[in-house]
């Protein structure tokens, strides 16, 4: 959600946090703000509502020098969009930027106040900074050690960099619940919630854990554990390069990485197919071989998108394994009184692995009795990941577009991949997992041909870019491909959709149906087809505005545009079958002049509840 930026330097570090903060715009943002020490010792802070390019125009003219400071795009929760409660926030000596949401933040607010403290902001973020100087003032004691004692009066998911401007040398930088890394660098050090914000000022990365305080200065870092006792944490060298993250000749991020989808595939398929006939998982062992032959059930929790991958998942573990499986949604999942099933095995899937809600379910499974944990993610050194017993890497490569497009592909090739190595391990088909190698190798051409049909898309998509409500059908593995239809849809280009099984249509949602409302149809060729012409027919005789996504012509009535798509096996048919529907719900947004890499209120990683 919110970015984070902050360093300590030997040189002036606003143009550094200017740059730095702009490359954590696609985080998702309503706001801006930086604060140094210049060189008297003073705070000096510059905060504005909108984008980056706002800040940097109200520093532009101001001769801003400092050797330390911070910065922070924000995501508002507590408080309306504001220079008020933009950070960071300051008391007196200390300033403060802060991701997550502290809990109790109204119960300390109204004892701060009583102490004599003014309130500038609705934020609770500035509760924050108040109680640590009045804790500072009250026992005159370090920040550091302030700091142990007040983080116990917190309740909440956050992270957090403050900095003193009685002690301008070093910044303490705090991860409860939220990521933050420090970057290190050659006689200047980092830190970001997020490594996009460093790369090309260092490679070289520390992930802190749930409940470090790390003090960062100039050559030497410090890291404390939640037991308040010094730890070494491991050294991590990247290998992204900033370049490969750049729009090139793409107008946005998401058009690009829709067109990296076959590439991202076959990166996820590297090494992990043996010799054409088996699946191969290098990140799992015996423990997990074990696991597979005695599981009974499978429980997946996801959000978003993740939770669409899922739902094409269970169908793949109970048609294909012959494995009962169900799906949640992660909030839901949190919130409620849980009976689990005999011998169930847990998965979590996440594009970042940092979502809040599947990090919360996944602590809370381990208090369950499942046989064990296992997490489907793009990023390995994620609290996802580190916090699970095992994990598989999508490696779909950095996703910058808010919409999720190649994670959410790669994510169901690994489940497919899955699916088959536990009917394999499970020994109950052998011919199962080397159909399934067989018809993955040919992936990533499926689709190459899938985005060839780019101008019959946009020509769709020029008709369709008016309207304001939409409906997406599919049926059986395709109607959680419908709802991915629809989710795209909402996100970028701010179009009402709903999503459909095709059989649901007599229960209520064909009364909708009118010549104003386009309806979305997904119909590969497969056992179901014919009933979803019958569907088709009912929409056509009431004058619905029918699309037919096929592989089959289908031109039943005049009010029918079929695109016709080209063939694709039927296990991967959800997987190709999403690719025209990300295309779609693109050059409709595009149409629309939407901001389709950073769409109104919404972020990238989800890592508040």
């Known amino acids: 959600m919110c970015g984070i930026v902050a360093a300590v330097t030997q040189r002036n570090i606003i143009s550094f946090l200017l740059e730095r903060i702009q490359r954590l715009e696609y985080r998702g943002y309503d706001s801006a703000g930086l604060a140094l020490i210049n060189q008297n010792n003073n705070f000096i802070r510059v905060r504005c509502v909108g984008k980056v390019n706002e800040l940097i125009k109200k520093t532009k003219n101001k001769k801003l020098f400092g050797k330390i400071g911070l910065a922070h795009t924000r995501w508002a929760t507590h408080g309306k969009v504001s220079e008020e409660n933009t950070h960071p926030h300051i008391s007196s000596n200390i300033a403060i930027v802060h991701n997550g949401i502290i809990e109790n933040s109204f119960q300390i607010r109204s004892f701060l106040e009583k102490k004599g403290y003014i309130f500038y902001s609705d934020t609770d973020t500035e509760v924050i900074v108040h ?13 550091l050690e302030i700091m142990h004692y007040s983080l116990m009066k917190l309740k909440g998911n956050y992270s957090m960099v403050v900095m ?44 802190l854990k749930e409940g470090d305080i790390a003090i960062v200065k100039l050559k030497k870092i410090k890291i404390f554990n939640q037991n308040n006792c010094i730890v070494q944490r491991k ?30 595939i076959r990166n996820t398929l590297k090494n992990r197919l043996k010799d054409n006939k088996t699946i191969y998982f290098p990140e799992l062992g015996k423990k997990e071989t074990n696991i597979f032959l005695h599981l009974e059930h499978i429980h997946i ?40 099933r005999r011998k169930s095995f847990f998965v979590t899937l996440s594009q970042s692995g940092e979502t809040a809600d599947t990090l919360m379910a996944l602590r809370i499974s381990k ?45 169901l090739t690994v489940l497919l991949m899955l699916v088959a190595k536990i009917v394999s391990i499970k020994k109950k088909e052998d011919n199962i997992e080397k159909k399934i190698v067989k018809i993955l190798t040919v992936l990533p051409y499926r689709i190459e041909e899938i985005l060839k049909t780019k101008k019959a898309i ?49 229960h209520g949602p064909l009364a909708l149906i009118d010549k104003d409302i386009p309806i979305i149809i997904i119909a590969p060729k497969n056992s179901l087809l014919e009933k979803t012409k019958k569907n088709i027919q009912e929409i056509c005789t009431r004058g619905g505005l029918i699309y037919v996504f096929s592989d089959e012509e289908i031109n039943l009535e005049k009010n029918i545009t079929c695109l016709k798509v080209p063939y694709v096996e039927e296990i991967i048919a959800p997987i190709s079958y999403v690719i025209p529907l990300q295309l779609l719900a693109y050059y409709i947004a595009l149409s629309k002049g939407t901001n389709i890499d950073q769409p109104r209120n919404l972020a990238k990683s989800v890592t508040v509840e």
């Open 367 to 411: 208090k369950l009795g499942y046989l064990g944990n296992l997490t489907i993610c793009n990023m390995k050194s994620s609290s996802l990941v580190q916090e699970s017993d095992s994990y598989l890497l999508t490696k779909a490569g950095v996703e910058i577009g808010v919409a999720s497009t190649k994670s959410f592909t790669t994510q």
């Open 131 to 143: 109680l640590l100087h009045w804790e500072q003032k009250k026992t005159g004691k370090s920040l």
């Open 301 to 340: 929790v996801a959000c978003g998108t993740s939770y669409h991958a899922a739902m094409v998942a269970k169908h793949w573990f109970e048609s294909l394994a012959n494995i009962p499986c169900d799906v949640e949604v992660a909030s839901e999942f949190t919130s409620r009184k849980l009976a689990i």
């Open 458 to 506: 946009q020509n769709i998509a020029k008709k369709l870019y008016n309207t304001k409500n939409m409906l997406f059908l599919g049926r059986n593995d395709q109607y959680p491909i419908a709802m991915e239809g629809a989710l795209k849809l909402k996100e970028i280009a701010y179009i009402h959709a709903e999503a459909y099984p095709c059989g649901e249509l007599k």
């Open 235 to 264: 050294i991590i060298e990247s290998d992204i390069k900033y370049e490969y993250i750049k729009k090139g000749k793409y107008k946005y991020y998401m058009e690009k990485e829709i067109y990296e989808q076959p590439k991202s």
């Open 164 to 207: 003193d401007s009685k002690n301008s040398s070093k910044l303490i930088a705090v991860c409860s619940g939220s990521p933050l890394i420090i970057g290190l660098g050659a006689g200047e050090n980092f830190i970001a919630s997020d490594q996009i914000a460093l790369l090309g000022v260092t490679k070289h990365f520390i992930y």
